[in-house]
């Protein structure tokens, strides 16, 4: 019985993670490109999804540097979404998570 309770339970949250997931990809256009869904009213913040526009189809690098809580990893998911690797996953790094040796 508590095998069955543990199996619904992990049906549940792959079917509640594959949900997620659809909703991620929500918006992906005809050529799998997909538009940031970053609202932004002022000067400073137009201009840095101009940049995005400008660059993220780049096939390029691209480091993103600023304070805790400045919006890096928004803005690295809009280089994805607008760049021509939008339909595969992205994967964020906290490099000053990181000991000084391990990221080489």
Do not use: C, W, Y
């Amino acid at each position: 019985m508590r095998t069955q309770v543990e199996l619904a339970a992990a049906l549940r949250r792959g079917q509640r993670l594959e949900a997620e997931n659809v909703a991620l990809r929500d918006g992906v256009a005809d050529e799998g490109v997909k538009q940031p869904s970053i609202i932004a009213e002022s000067p400073a913040m137009k201009s840095v999804l101009k940049l995005v526009e400008r660059i993220g189809p780049a096939d390029a690098n691209i480091l993103i540097t600023g304070e805790n809580g400045s919006g890096k990893g928004v803005i690295a998911r809009a280089l994805h979404q607008t760049s021509a690797r939008a339909v595969k996953p992205l994967v964020a790094l906290n490099a000053g998570a990181l000991a000084e040796g391990v990221f080489e």
